[in-house]
Each structure stands twice: as structure tokens, then as C-alpha cells.
């Protein structure tokens, strides 16, 4: 009989592990929309989140503010950017060379996304990539490549995953299917899209694992405080928000009435989802971070307890520099 493993021994391993935060947000369309969302990146800094990513639009339509609002966020802040990229539409020589740029600028985390068709029909450019399986795979082959330049931090790979079935997908059990293969193809994590009813996510879960899928999924939570958002989204996912959610939410005579309402939703759904042993929480911020803030706030989250504040390290060194 082999002898008991020293790591086994240690019963204070398998103790209460910290809650990741992280926040979801896009490059600004205007100047004034830049000012907005800096201040917003302001306020959620101080919540000191293990990361936020940063939204790739369709073919890479907002590329170069991407990766502009990526480089400040590494040169003007403690946070740590993950960068969406998607793949649709880009050869692997073109997103090779993007992946390459984003590593230059110090990124170490990607969501690799297939992206959204083009809506007008038109298939693909003649070799460029088609699944979020085979931006994956590319993004393993340019880290072993660089392997000797990212020795103070490998690349972590995040897909997306679906608590309901995709709208392009036949089947749930398809959907999981595909998060299996991203998963072989060297994915680390998985963000869920958005959903409305608390059994969504452990459901997920749920045939997630029994399917094989051990990498950690984590809850992507909107804060459900404005009805036409909630509308939309809806719409996008393919699923029906709670009717007593939309009705209370309509009801509401004043925008505070409504935060209230979608802020307790919101919480609610959240903690249904750690409840269900969720690694961490996603929060979509759409560039704004009261409501964001709201949600956190309601939310007894285990956070690591950091030695010293990020901010105040960094604070001084400008303080020094100035």
C-alpha cells in the first residue's frame, strides 16, 4: 500500500477559499465617455478585484482603444486586465500577432471568444479561424514560443460558458460539449454569460461536471436595475427574465425604487450562485460602477486579506516620483 500523501496530511488545505471579484468593461466611444469610465475604473480600483477584463468588439472593430484602455490600465492602475479577443473574421497570423502585442504590453490573461457572426450572412474570410477551440490552441502555441519571456507569469485562458443554451447551439448538453473541448484545448476558466433564474447556474455546473469539466466556472452577474437593459439582454441570451422581476421593475415610480429592486434581485441571484459553490463573481459594470458598487456592498464575499493595500504602494511611488 502506498503511504499517505504528505499534501492529505495537511487537513487546513482544504479550508474556505477567498471569492475572486472581477468586472467587466468595454473602451470608451467618445471623450466624454472616457471621462465616465475612468472614473468608474477609480472606483472599482479601490475594491482591489483579482482582475477586469476588457470587452474585443466583433472582428476586432475596437481593437486599438482595447488595447489602449488595456495599456493605461497596466500603466496607471493596480489592475490587472484580461483581455476579450475573439477570432471570427482574423487569420491565425493576424491574431498571433495581436496575442504577441497584448503580452508585450504585460497581459497575462485572455478570454478567448469565437465572436459574433457577421450579421449580414457573409461567411468568413478564406482562413480565418472559426471556434474559440482554435484561438486556444493559438494562444498555447505563441506561450511556448515566448515560455522563456513569461517565466514571472504564464498566460491564463478564460472561455465563456452558457447557463442556457446558446442561441446557435441544438442542445444544453452541446453547449457543455464545447466547453469540455475549450477546456482540453487548454483553457483555465470559464465566465458564464448572463442569466436571470438562481437554478441557472448550478444546473451548469451541475452537467458541467459530470460531463468531465473540472476548470473553474465563474457566475457572470449583471446588476438588474434597468428594465430596458434587462430587456436587452434577455434578447441577446435567448432566455426570459424572471416576470415578477420585469413587473416590479416597471412598476417602479422613481430610478431609486428601481435600483433598489434590481440591486436586491441582483444579490439574490448571487448569492444563489455561491451558494451553488461559485469560485468567484463577475459583475458586468456597462461602464458604471454605482450599481456594481450597490451589489458588492449587500454581498459578504471572502476576499483575500492582502498585507499591505496595492493602492497605497502605488500612490506613494507617485508620490515619490512627483
Known amino acids: 500500500m502506498s503511504p499517505p500523501s504528505l499534501i492529505d496530511a495537511h487537513s487546513n488545505l482544504s479550508g474556505i477559499a477567498p471569492v475572486a471579484l472581477s468586472y467587466e468593461l468595454f473602451p470608451p466611444r467618445s471623450p466624454a465617455a472616457a471621462e465616465t469610465l475612468w472614473t468608474t475604473i477609480r ?9 477586469v477584463s476588457v470587452t474585443y468588439g466583433a472582428s476586432g472593430s475596437n481593437r486599438d482603444t482595447a488595447v489602449e484602455l488595456i495599456n493605461r490600465l497596466l500603466l496607471e492602475t493596480t489592475l490587472r486586465p484580461l483581455a476579450h479577443l475573439t477570432c471570427v473574421g482574423n487569420t491565425a497570423g493576424e491574431l498571433a500577432e495581436i496575442i504577441g502585442e497584448l503580452l508585450d504590453h504585460g497581459v497575462r490573461g485572455i478570454l478567448a471568444l469565437r465572436g459574433d457572426l457577421p450579421k449580414d450572412g457573409t461567411l468568413p474570410a478564406s482562413g480565418s479561424l472559426r471556434y474559440a477551440q482554435d484561438l486556444i490552441e493559438l494562444i498555447r502555441r505563441v506561450e511556448q514560443r ?9 498566460i491564463a485562458v478564460g472561455v465563456a460558458a452558457y447557463p442556457t443554451r446558446h442561441p446557435e447551439s441544438p ?5 457543455v460539449e464545447v466547453l469540455l473541448a475549450k477546456q482540453r484545448s487548454g483553457a483555465d476558466f470559464a465566465i458564464t454569460q448572463v442569466f436571470f433564474h438562481a437554478h441557472q447556474y448550478a444546473d451548469l455546473v451541475s452537467r458541467a ?3 468531465g469539466v473540472t476548470i473553474p466556472i465563474i457566475p457572470g452577474v449583471m446588476p438588474l436595475t434597468s428594465l430596458r437593459r434587462v430587456k436587452r439582454l434577455s434578447e441577446l ?3 426570459e427574465p424572471a416576470p415578477e422581476l420585469m413587473e416590479r421593475l416597471a412598476a417602479s415610480n422613481t430610478e431609486a425604487e428601481a435600483r433598489g429592486i434590481g440591486v436586491r434581485a441582483t444579490v439574490d441571484l448571487a448569492n444563489a450562485a455561491l451558494d451553488a459553490g461559485a469560485p468567484g463573481i463577475h459583475l458586468y459594470t456597462f461602464n458604471e460602477h454605482a450599481h456594481a ?6 454581498l459578504a464575499l471572502p476576499r483575500p486579506a492582502r498585507p499591505g493595500s496595492r493602492l497605497h504602494a502605488v500612490a506613494r ?4 516620483a512627483s
Open 43 to 51: 472606483e472599482l480600483e479601490a475594491t482591489e478585484p483579482d482582475y
Open 146 to 154: 515566448r515560455s522563456a519571456l513569461l517565466c514571472a507569469g504564464k
Open 171 to 175: 442542445s444544453e448538453g452541446h453547449d
Open 209 to 211: 461536471r459530470r460531463a
Open 237 to 239: 441570451a435567448g432566455v
Open 293 to 298: 458598487l450597490d451589489v458588492l456592498d449587500k
Open 317 to 320: 511611488r507617485q508620490e515619490m
